[in-house]
């Protein structure tokens, strides 16, 4: 089933509710969606063009999600924390059409069009003093039709990687030319990988503009869930919301788990849980001693998947976690070809050898990196497709990820990954987070740097540097002990726990005509 067929057969159920209201049924969600796909058609956008959406977390996502992929289009998210700069490469990249914006995001947008008279631009609450050339979004649905398209194609989402490493790239699949209740793909996957039911109430506490909470909130409606939508993480809201909206699944990232965990135990314990089935997890490795204590504190109902835009996934619940610590499990369809490939020969290595991770494409649609064929070639190899990730595999089939190739430091002709370290530091006690990066060395190319947020109240001197520096030889091989360690306010991460390691490390690699990573 999709959006349509569940706004039929029950259209007074509530389809998004946000933190803090409002709510809308799948009756009026349908309704809005099929007016929003009129209006792209009155603009001349057609099946196979971009809508680009730059929105905070809102019901208006939702309508212009529904929109389009019920047209044949594609639907490039934007993160609305970025410089207008980098907004205008990816609507100018994307080759967008029409950008949906509105409130905090509607100055950056502004900037981002001025170069690209080509786009519509579509604002949420512009009202009847719209600015010129900007189309109201409310008016521009209301004043079209409620009756489905004449010719529903499914859509799909473009999304862009997030830049840690460069300029983001647009991932790009084939799109399937079919109607939408025939793709089976995402609520699939959501069915028979996370256990979400009809009926289910799923909590989404992360930015939209990112990969799997949309796909997730809004596939939810092909299966006829709730999504349960904040505006923005906080650990103790999480929670109240976990109790009042009797969540019955959820998602989350590391890096929100840890910010729950430091919340005082009478805070902790004081929701009532009972409800929680089932909570996904993903985008970021999670610490061994964080899942520990998630799974000590919620019990065996935590989910890990790890993926990507690009290609496949694995699957490993908290039973199988706890005998096997660190891994991110088997893949998800019992079918999917996985294999972990030597870094230069692209050669099978054995169990327990590292290597990089392929698998075969998700569906059966190529995928591509947008006007970049070099870097499309790069990530296919044999029929299968990675995402970058350096890892390897047990007796049993497991997967376990040791980094990303592109963080690997190479220093006097030795790989090393930062994950581990960043892994060992993160369990000091002090260390509320931290990253670890390649610098130059001249006698050996690079050598290992830590930059960590301390935990607050955390006395920081030259005392505390020395401490963790012991606790890393304590537990790490010499070689691998970073050879400074700096202390910083605050990492450069995003809402969804992506760490931006780009903005530490680049600027210890300027003006050098080379760099190893």
């Not at 947008?109 to 409310?138: C, K, M, N, Q, Y």
Request: aromatic content about 8%; some cysteine.
């Amino acid at each position: 089933m999709y959006l349509g067929a569940h706004a039929e057969a029950d259209p007074d159920r509530l389809a998004m509710v946000m933190q803090d209201g409002p709510s809308i049924t799948y009756g009026q969600l349908e309704e809005a969606s099929n007016r929003f796909a009129h209006g792209l058609a009155s603009l001349g956008i057609e099946a196979g063009d971009v809508v680009a959406v730059m929105l905070e977390n809102s019901i208006e996502w939702g309508v212009a999600w529904w929109g389009t992929v019920r047209s044949g289009m594609y639907l490039t998210p934007i993160n609305w924390h970025l410089v207008p700069e980098e907004v205008e490469y990816i609507l100018a990249n994307s080759e967008a059409k029409v950008l949906v914006t509105g409130g905090k995001t509607v100055e950056a947008a502004a900037r981002a069009v001025r170069h690209l008279p080509r786009i519509t631009v579509i604002e949420v609450g512009a009202g009847p003093s719209a600015a010129p050339g900007v189309v109201d979004f409310e008016g521009f649905v209301s004043e079209q039709p409620s009756t489905r398209i004449a010719k529903e194609l499914a859509g799909a989402p473009m999304f862009y990687s997030s830049g840690t490493t460069g300029r983001p790239k647009g991932i790009k699949a084939k799109l399937p030319s079919e109607h939408p209740s025939t793709v089976a793909g995402v609520p699939y996957l959501m069915v028979t990988n996370f256990g979400m039911r009809e009926g289910d109430h799923y909590l989404n506490p992360a930015p939209l503009y990112h990969g799997a909470p949309a796909t997730f909130s809004f596939g939810a409606h092909t299966i006829g869930a709730t999504s349960v939508i904040m505006r923005k993480f906080d650990s103790e809201q999480a929670l109240r919301l976990l109790q009042d909206e009797s969540i019955t699944i959820s998602q989350w990232v590391p890096t929100m788990f840890q910010r729950m965990l430091r919340l005082p135990d009478e805070v902790r314990h004081g929701y009532d849980l009972s409800a929680h089935r089932v909570a996904v997890h993903a985008a970021a490795p999670c610490p061994p001693a964080v899942k520990a204590a998630m799974i000590d504190w919620w019990g065996p109902i935590l989910l890990e998947y790890y993926g990507s835009s690009e290609c496949g996934a694995t699957v490993i619940t908290s039973e199988e976690w706890l005998k096997r610590p660190g891994s991110v499990g088997r893949p998800w369809n019992a079918g999917t070809k996985m294999a972990v490939l030597d870094v230069e020969t692209r050669e099978p290595v054995g169990p327990g050898e590292e290597g990089l991770v392929y698998f075969e494409p998700l569906g059966t649609h190529h995928i591509e990196y947008l006007k970049d064929p070099e870097k499309t070639a790069s990530i296919h190899h044999a029929g299968m497709v990675t995402a970058g990730d350096i890892g390897y595999v047990d007796d049993e089939g497991y997967l376990y990820l040791t980094d990303r190739l592109s963080n690997m430091i190479i220093s006097g002709g030795v790989n090393i990954y930062p994950q581990e370290i960043e892994f060992c530091l993160g369990e000091h006690p002090s260390v509320a987070d931290v990253a670890v990066f390649g610098v130059p060395n001249e006698e050996f190319g690079e050598e290992v740097k830590a930059v960590v947020e301390v935990v607050a109240g955390t006395r920081v001197d030259s005392d505390l540097l020395a401490t963790l520096a012991s606790y890393c030889r304590a537990h790490l091989a010499g070689f691998k002990v970073p050879r400074s360690i700096e202390v910083t306010d605050a990492l450069p991460r995003d809402e969804n726990g992506k760490l931006y390691k780009r903005r530490l490390r680049d600027p210890y690699w300027e003006n050098r005509s080379s760099q190893v990573i």
